[in-house]
């Protein structure tokens, strides 16, 4: 596989993703408005915990079941303290899991599916590049967006909580936070991967990008599950699962990505637009 | 020599056969027509010499490589306009043209841009490099697409539907480089088309494939005569007079007389046209026919292609 290849095509579908506003828009502005709008949301709840009737009460409980290591970062902080750090740090971080999936799986329809839809498709397989350098390239056009919107949107979250609940937490800042550098940096990079490939496989399989976008948002359910449990409080993202999921990612990659390889066969692209 | 060899290619879609064991030879530097009507099997057979899809069946030998072995071999040979013009709506003239450039290998830079240059200057699309191809008419996108085709100075080319949405100046102006290619460059060209004028003009031989089989295969003019029937002599008279028409029939080597009453005219029929015509028109003369016309006519491809077409082969 030549590199320079792979680069090629990736400089190719960047130029032409960054002039599609109607993909760039909702990847870009979606992420920022959740990551600027959830530390206001923090800061409003954290003013209501202990209002008589509230639903945050009930999290007294998942605090008391804490694991051993978690229930030590919250000694010796008030109940808000606590309530609003097992939020910020651990239900929130499932929500930028889905950034990752979000975003790949936008431009990776585009990338693959699109080029089918808008018949672009069949000059480039004309061309003396392999199966596998095509297949590269545009894999990372859709794995460099996805994870610095994701990383951007988790560096504008961490700057925007440690300023807006500053307040609450006496002047101590909540991020950098080692759970937050494992989402950020190992946990969505492994996602975006089987998003991408889980993808890669649907759209060649359909004929239009929609298509392949909407059956990729099944992608979700797992996060969304993530979420419930943790706030059901059966288990929490700790370091020790969130290093046991990257792994169990990065081995899902693997096999995907194999797959993809496999799977993208001139003769199998466009044998199907015959 | 030999540039495509092509021995029983065939390629099946599930139950339907697209392209049924197809046999034919194109020697370097001609141009070879390939004729059908829609779903004929001219777009698969082009895929498959261009090793974007594989056959099911059968082998094809370009520039002595192997279609199905040496594929890498023969894209970077190969230069292909495709039935789409597949370019990149939301780049530029230019960005398309340097892309395509690199992916089939032209790395250095100077040698790129004086390619690129060229062809956009030759297609007058040198004005509109920074503009986003989807910003151009389709006549423009055809021929950048041609373009396209040639930027990496292929040997041979495949060229499906070059002329279609030009206007009649860019039509000619790309007949007139494919007949230049092929004989200044020896260049190899397989063109698919439904303008049989193209084919006509630009083809030194031409093949009409329908249901994804070889009907018959030579020159168009060979074609016309061997499909179409025999060339005939058609004279156009003041009046038509039974005494006129019995002189004709009369005449020597005369087979058969067509009388077309509507237009005054008589269509002969008979072995050795060029000889025997002024005895005919003397034997009219004679007879007190006021002629105003005489031609002999000469069955077009496009005679041939509708009858094989239309009632199979004769």
């Known amino acids: ?274 | 020599m030999s540039s495509i060899t092509v021995d029983g290619l065939t390629r099946r879609f599930g139950d339907l056969i697209a392209v049924d064991h197809l046999s034919f030879d194109v020697k370097e530097g001609e141009i070879f027509g390939m004729l059908g009507p829609n779903g004929a099997g001219k777009t698969t057979t082009i895929r498959m010499l261009a090793c974007l899809i594989s056959p099911s069946e059968g082998s094809a030998i370009i520039e002595g490589h192997d279609i199905v072995s040496d594929s890498i071999k023969i894209r970077q040979i190969v230069g292909i306009l495709t039935e789409t013009q597949s370019l990149y709506e939301r780049l530029t003239v230019y960005e398309n043209m340097a892309f395509f450039s690199e992916a089939y290998g032209v790395s250095n830079t100077d040698h790129r841009r004086e390619r690129i240059g060229e062809l956009l200057e030759f297609f007058d699309l040198w004005e509109r490099r920074g503009h986003p191809v989807g910003t151009l008419s389709r006549g423009m996108k055809q021929k950048l697409a041609m373009a396209r085709a040639l930027v990496h100075n292929p040997s041979v080319l495949f060229l499906d539907e070059p002329t279609v949405g030009l206007d009649p100046e860019a039509s000619r102006m790309i007949r007139d480089l494919i007949q230049k290619l092929s004989q200044h460059q020896k260049c190899t060209v397989l063109l698919c088309t439904h303008r049989l004028e193209d084919a006509e003009r630009l083809c030194s031989r031409v093949m009409i494939v329908n249901r994804g089989r070889n009907m018959i295969t030579g020159t168009p003019q060979e074609l016309g005569e061997r499909i179409a029937g025999r060339r005939t002599l058609e004279i156009t008279l003041r009046e038509l007079s039974e005494s006129v028409i019995e002189a004709v029939r009369a005449s020597r080597h005369v087979e058969a007389v067509d009388v077309n009453n509507l237009e005054s005219k008589l269509l002969v029929t008979a072995d050795d046209l060029d000889s025997i015509t002024p005895e005919i028109v003397k034997d009219l003369v004679s007879a007190g026919g006021l002629i105003t016309g005489v031609n002999i006519t000469r069955p077009s491809l496009e005679d041939a292609y509708l009858s094989l077409i239309r009632e199979g082969p004769t």
């Open chain 1, 1 to 274: 596989m030549r590199i320079d290849k792979v680069l090629l095509v990736f400089r190719k579908d960047w130029a032409e993703l960054r002039r599609n506003w109607q993909v760039v828009l909702p990847i870009v502005l979606l992420p920022l408005m959740i990551s600027m709008s959830l530390p206001m949301i923090l800061n409003s709840l954290s003013n209501s915990i202990t209002m008589p009737g509230s639903a945050l009460g009930t999290f007294e409980i998942i605090i008391r079941n804490l694991p051993y290591q978690t229930r030590r970062e919250v000694e010796g902080m008030t109940y808000p303290q606590a309530t609003i750090y097992m939020i910020s740090i651990y239900l929130i971080a499932p929500v930028f899991l889905t950034i990752p999936i979000l975003t790949s799986s936008v431009i990776a329809s585009d990338s693959f599916a699109g080029e089918k839809e808008r018949r672009t498709i069949e000059a480039l397989l004309a061309t003396p590049m392999s199966d596998a350098e095509l297949f590269m390239g545009k894999v990372l056009v859709a794995f460099v967006p996805s994870v610095t919107i994701t990383a951007g949107s988790s560096i504008v979250y961490s700057i925007a909580t440690d300023l807006i609940l500053s307040g609450l937490f006496n002047g101590r800042l909540l991020f950098p936070n080692p759970i937050w550098i494992l989402v950020t940096f190992g946990l969505a990079p492994a996602i975006a991967i089987a998003s991408i490939g889980l993808t890669v496989m649907i759209s060649l399989r359909v004929k239009g990008f929609r298509e392949a976008q909407q059956l990729s948002a099944f992608l979700m359910i797992p996060i969304m599950l993530l979420t419930f449990v943790q706030v059901s409080g059966v288990m929490i993202l700790g370091s020790v699962i969130m290093l046991g999921s990257i792994v169990l990612f990065l081995m899902i990659d693997a096999i995907l990505l194999y797959h993809g390889v496999e799977a993208f066969k001139r003769d199998e692209i466009l044998s199907k637009l015959a």
